[in-house]
Structures are given as structure tokens and as C-alpha cells.
């Protein structure tokens, strides 16, 4: 069993954290300009929808066969765990992820206001205040953030469930590090908790009252906006030998 190899695993998921953004920033930019031509709630929450059904089972495959890999096991997921994951992952965004899609869309409702109420004032004819409003709702920086956000988390939360899936098929114990992104403003506080042992993967990090994982809501916008962490799950036996 060979010790991780945290530069490899950080510099692997920059690469993913890199595809999501591209991703989000596709699907977030195109709900947010779907809003300003009729705003409409639904269309936000399909989009962190669309968005955590791909990211989220990327993340969770890439976890999944990271731990048998490491663990020399032949168990991988197969069509039914792709299903399922897709399946609860829309379930999740739903119940957990409520309160932020309403934050999104009340921050865009209130944006709407201002740029008809501005358009009113410039004397804009409907076809110009349409066009006024897709040019300003339709804001290619605010959807890039939302996708740098959602993509940690997402992955985060991918690679939770995975390994949980994980641990029930095989009876395996597993712990947590977790991973500095290598940003270039980093937190410091995110960079000492890579450097500490790994915990139980059911125990909180210390971070923001409590983190389950990078990304994780209860930490608050201050610990994960723009947050490039991760977090790797290893056995008993690997926390034995390396951190014994």
C-alpha cells in the first residue's frame, strides 16, 4: 500500500475543479439569461440540477476507484451505481441545496428591478430593455463564480457518498484528509487543516463550526466561496501505517 501522493491528487483536482468551472459557467450562464427574459425560479434550480447530476457522479466515480485501486479490490461501479447516484443527487439539490438556489434567485430577482428600473429612466423602448437585461442579468462573471463554488462542493459531496457506497459493499472503515487546494490566496486556516491526521470520515472538520468537507454549507460563504479543496477517504490499515 503506498502513501498518497498529495501533489498528484491536488494537481488532479485542479483539472476537475477546472472542468466544472466550464461546465457551471455554461449551464448557470444560460439559466441566468433564461431568467432575464422571464424570470422564473424553476429555471435556476434545473440548472444546479444539470449541473451537480454531471459533476457530482464524475466526482463520485473518481473517488469510488481511487479506494479500490488503493485497496487492490476488483469492486467498481457499475450502471446501477451511475443510476442511483444520478437519482440521489437530484433528490439532494433539492432538499439541501433549497436555500442557496433561493438566495441566487432572489439576488437575481432584485438585479431585475434595478436594470428595468435604470432601462424606465434611459427611456429604453421593450426590445432595448429585453436586450438591457440580458446583457446585465446574463453576467458571465456571476455565473463563473456560482460554478467555482458549486463545483468544490459537488465534488466534495460526490466523493462523500461514493466512498460511503464504498464502505458498505466492503466493510471498510474509512478516514478523511483533507486537501489544501493550492490557491493562490489561500486560507490559512484551510492550509493548517491539511496538515493535520485524518479523522473518521463521520467526523466534522474543524472549520466553521464543523465541515463534513470542503464546500460544506454549515462552514458558511467565508470558508467556501471560491474554496478549491478537496478531501481523500483511506482505510484503517493506511491511517495505521502512515499515521500510526
Known sequence: MRK???????????RALKRYERLGKRIFLNALKEQAKSFDPNIMKKAYIEFYQNAF???????FNRIRI???????????FLQTWRAWIGSYVVTNL???????NENTSAKIKIVLGEAAELGLNPFQTAQYLTDIIGDAKRALGIART???????????RSSQDWANETGTELFKLWVHGGSREPRLDHIAMGQNR??????SFSLGGGMRYPGDPAGGGNQTVNCSCTVVYMSQEYVDRYYG
Open 98 to 104: 433549497g436555500g442557496m438556489i433561493r438566495d441566487v
Open 57 to 63: 457522479v464524475d466526482a463520485a466515480t473518481r473517488e
Open 150 to 160: 458549486e463545483g468544490t462542493r459537488a465534488n466534495s459531496i460526490g466523493k462523500e
Open 4 to 14: 498518497l501522493n498529495i501533489s498528484a491528487i491536488r494537481k488532479e483536482n485542479i
Open 198 to 203: 485524518p479523522i473518521r470520515k463521520d467526523e
Open 70 to 80: 488503493m485497496n487492490r479490490k476488483d469492486f467498481i461501479p457499475d450502471g446501477f
